[in-house]
């Protein structure tokens, strides 16, 4: 079974002896060839130390007995003295003990012998030397071993497993970089294209409010786009009486809550309206002669709108809540003087300037105010000034807004309670001031009807309406002034010249005058001047020609000549 072992116990086929000569790392013996011998007084000796036959341990010189042979061949042999345990030394001697050293460390350093077939090479430890001995060992070949050169040829150079899992972790933390690289770009896109959604929806926004520099009537613009009816608007009237000088001033206070704007719609007195009985009258009169119910029915027939209150403002409320809301800031146009100053020369109540602080008294004064030779549109211009700037400092709170109005104590329109009414004003007040509040003036012509101009830029787009001034074709306007002094002359005078197919226009009372007369304007209108003056039964002699009302085809003024029909 092994060639090694019959080789060394006889059974080769060369008839090689063999020598065991230690055990390798795993415990096998490890053997060494040994040549023929030629004659029976020699010996191997492989490290020509002894030139006699045996070994000797000590090197004393004596001859030792003869060779062992160990396996019985019956082969002559030079065995040295085997010590199993390497001591150096015959057995059962004490000479100094030597580890055991089955790689051959101790020795010269040689490879470790792998395989049995390899000789090994174990050096012996030799005694003292004799004297006069040669102890040179012969010429051999020189052996230079390096201990590294010991490696177990089992063990692997290294773990290929180690190997692959270093390869895994960095494939893994290159991967790892690459992922948070692109996980990174993702959030940097999302991030820039959140920006810019946000960017272009605050511009739109801007935009369409109308609050991007330059822009600033872009939203009424988008506002035509929109048809009127799809808007939303809420619309009461305000009156403003003064009880101290007569005289009234209107305006309509608009809130769109589509498109988020707040208006006050400052209205000419000279406004012509009709009344429920078709009688064609001015604004002004109007509000005298019809109250509030009629004047705002008469308003929502000539504007096309829906306004619904009225709100009556005497000058002492108005007083009374300029001072609640804390004072007002106006840029006034003109020196007010003080009404109650009773020296002239006094200084004015309201000086001329911008941004001027006014009390409840001042602001009154001011918005009531009309200097001499100037049109009535001046004051009602003052008149939404001091509106606005109320606005601007009432509360935009409907509860407290609803507190300041009950606190004025005034007998609202029954169709508008405190609630209503506060809560109108709170969202008035939040518009003004954001600044998207505007005042605006209803152009009105000098026969009272509406301008194509007002019918575009006003009544469509602001109100929502559709003008529809008294149609001048359809009779023959006559403004009757009385002055004959007594004052069922008017009415009477009103029902024959609705009986004849004229429009009446109430022109209120005068001086007593001693004569009638009747004026036109134009030679087309002749005509209709003598008609009217044969159906109030006037002479045709009191037809001239001259300056009419601005609202009428013909004036009349009743003198104390005129004498009623007893009809």
Same mark, same amino acid.
């Given at each position: 079974?092994?060639?090694?072992?019959d080789?060394?116990?006889?059974?080769g086929?060369?008839?090689?002896?063999?020598?065991?000569? @230690?055990?390798?790392?795993? @415990?096998?013996?490890?053997?060494?060839?040994v040549?023929?011998?030629?004659?029976?007084? %020699?010996?191997?000796?492989?490290?020509?130390?002894?030139?006699?036959?045996?070994?000797?341990?000590?090197?004393?010189?004596?001859?030792?007995?003869?060779?062992?042979?160990?396996?019985?061949?019956?082969?002559?042999?030079?065995?040295?003295?085997y010590?199993?345990?390497?001591?150096?030394?015959?057995?059962?001697?004490?000479?100094?003990?030597?580890?055991?050293?089955?790689?051959?460390?101790?020795?010269?350093?040689?490879?470790?012998?792998?395989?049995?077939?390899?000789?090994?090479?174990?050096?012996?430890?030799?005694?003292?030397?004799?004297?006069?001995?040669?102890?040179?060992?012969? #010429?051999?070949?020189?052996?230079h071993?390096?201990?590294?050169?010991?490696?177990?040829?089992?063990e692997?150079d290294?773990?290929?497993?180690?190997?692959?899992?270093w390869l895994?972790?960095?494939?893994?933390?290159?991967?790892?970089?690459?992922?948070?690289?692109?996980?990174?770009?993702?959030?940097?896109?999302?991030?820039?294209?959140?920006?810019?959604?946000?960017?272009?929806? @605050?511009?739109?926004?801007?935009?369409?409010?109308?609050?991007?520099?330059?822009?600033s009537t872009?939203?009424?613009?988008?506002?035509?786009?929109?048809?009127?009816?799809? %808007?939303?608007?809420?619309?009461?009237?305000?009156?403003?009486?003064?009880?101290?000088?007569?005289?009234? #001033?209107?305006?309509?206070?608009?809130?769109?809550?589509?498109?988020?704007?707040?208006?006050?719609?400052?209205?000419?007195?000279?406004?012509?309206?009709?009344?429920?009985?078709?009688?064609?009258?001015?604004?002004?009169?109007?509000?005298?002669?019809?109250?509030?119910?009629?004047?705002?029915?008469?308003?929502?027939?000539?504007?096309?709108?829906?306004?619904?209150?009225?709100?009556?403002?005497?000058?002492?409320?108005?007083?009374?809540?300029?001072?609640?809301?804390?004072?007002?800031?106006?840029?006034?146009?003109?020196?007010?003087?003080?009404?109650?100053?009773?020296?002239?020369?006094?200084?004015?109540?309201?000086?001329?300037?911008?941004?001027?602080?006014?009390?409840?008294?001042?602001?009154?004064?001011?918005?009531?105010y009309?200097?001499?030779?100037?049109a %009535?549109?001046?004051?009602?211009?003052?008149?939404?000034?001091?509106?606005?700037?109320?606005?601007?400092?009432? #509360?935009?709170?409907?509860?407290?807004?609803?507190?300041?109005?009950?606190?004025?104590?005034?007998?609202?329109?029954?169709?508008?309670?405190?609630?209503?009414?506060?809560?109108?004003?709170?969202?008035?007040?939040?518009l003004?001031?954001?600044?998207?509040?505007k005042?605006?003036?209803?152009?009105?012509?000098?026969?009272?009807?509406?301008?194509?101009?007002?019918?575009?830029?006003?009544?469509?787009?602001?109100?929502?309406?559709?003008?529809?001034?008294?149609? %001048?074709?359809?009779?023959?306007?006559?403004?009757?002034?009385?002055?004959?002094?007594?004052?069922?002359?008017?009415?009477?005078?009103?029902?024959?010249?609705?009986?004849?197919?004229?429009?009446?226009?109430?022109?209120?009372t005068?001086?007593?005058?001693?004569?009638?007369?009747v004026?036109?304007?134009?030679?087309?209108?002749?005509?209709?001047?003598?008609?009217?003056?044969?159906?109030?039964?006037?002479?045709?002699?009191?037809?001239?020609? @001259?300056r009419?009302?601005?609202?009428?085809?013909?004036s009349?003024?009743?003198?104390?000549?005129?004498?009623?029909?007893?009809?």
């Amino acid at each position: 079974m092994n060639d090694r072992y019959d080789a060394g116990h006889g059974g080769g086929d060369q008839g090689d002896q063999y020598e065991l000569v @230690g055990y390798d790392e795993y @415990g096998r013996p490890v053997y060494r060839p040994v040549a023929p011998q030629q004659a029976p007084q %020699q010996q191997y000796d492989p490290y020509a130390q002894q030139q006699g036959y045996g070994y000797d341990p000590y090197a004393t010189g004596t001859q030792q007995a003869p060779p062992y042979d160990p396996y019985g061949t019956g082969r002559q042999q030079a065995a040295p003295s085997y010590d199993p345990y390497a001591t150096g030394g015959p057995q059962g001697g004490a000479p100094a003990q030597q580890p055991y050293d089955p790689y051959g460390q101790t020795a010269a350093s040689g490879q470790q012998p792998r395989a049995a077939e390899q000789t090994a090479y174990i050096p012996q430890q030799a005694g003292p030397a004799a004297p006069g001995e040669d102890t040179t060992p012969p #010429s051999q070949p020189e052996r230079h071993y390096r201990t590294e050169q010991f490696a177990f040829v089992e063990e692997a150079d290294g773990d290929p497993e180690d190997v692959i899992d270093w390869l895994n972790f960095t494939e893994n933390r290159t991967e790892r970089r690459e992922e948070a690289k692109r996980r990174a770009r993702s959030r940097l896109i999302a991030l820039v294209v959140v920006l810019a959604l946000v960017a272009v929806g @605050g511009v739109g926004y801007l935009w369409y409010a109308g609050k991007l520099p330059g822009l600033s009537t872009s939203h009424s613009t988008t506002g035509k786009a929109t048809a009127a009816g799809a %808007q939303n608007r809420d619309v009461i009237v305000v009156h403003l009486h003064n009880t101290k000088k007569g005289g009234t #001033s209107t305006a309509l206070l608009v809130d769109n809550t589509t498109t988020k704007q707040g208006t006050t719609v400052l209205l000419p007195n000279s406004l012509a309206v009709t009344d429920d009985d078709g009688t064609s009258t001015t604004l002004a009169k109007s509000v005298d002669e019809d109250g509030s119910s009629g004047t705002r029915d008469a308003l929502d027939t000539v504007l096309g709108t829906d306004i619904e209150g009225t709100w009556r403002l005497d000058t002492p409320y108005l007083q009374n809540l300029v001072d609640l809301v804390g004072n007002i800031e106006v840029d006034t146009n003109a020196d007010v003087p003080d009404p109650d100053a009773k020296k002239k020369g006094t200084a004015p109540l309201v000086h001329k300037g911008s941004n001027q602080t006014l009390s409840g008294k001042m602001a009154v004064a001011y918005a009531t105010y009309r200097a001499s030779g100037e049109a %009535q549109n001046a004051q009602l211009e003052r008149f939404g000034q001091v509106m606005q700037g109320v606005l601007r400092k009432l #509360s935009s709170d409907p509860t407290a807004a609803t507190t300041t109005v009950q606190t004025l104590a005034q007998i609202l329109d029954p169709s508008l309670t405190d609630k209503d009414l506060g809560t109108f004003l709170a969202k008035l007040a939040d518009l003004a001031k954001g600044g998207d509040y505007k005042t605006a003036l209803l152009p009105v012509q000098g026969d009272g009807t509406l301008s194509a101009q007002a019918a575009a830029s006003v009544v469509k787009d602001v109100l929502g309406g559709t003008a529809k001034s008294p149609d %001048q074709g359809s009779a023959v306007r006559v403004h009757v002034e009385n002055a004959s002094g007594v004052k069922d002359d008017t009415e009477k005078a009103r029902v024959v010249l609705l009986n004849g197919g004229f429009t009446f226009l109430g022109g209120g009372t005068t001086t007593p005058t001693a004569t009638s007369k009747v004026v036109y304007g134009s030679a087309a209108d002749k005509e209709n001047a003598t008609e009217v003056a044969k159906t109030l039964g006037l002479p045709t002699s009191s037809v001239v020609k @001259g300056r009419t009302a601005s609202n009428a085809d013909v004036s009349v003024t009743l003198g104390q000549d005129y004498k009623p029909s007893s009809s």
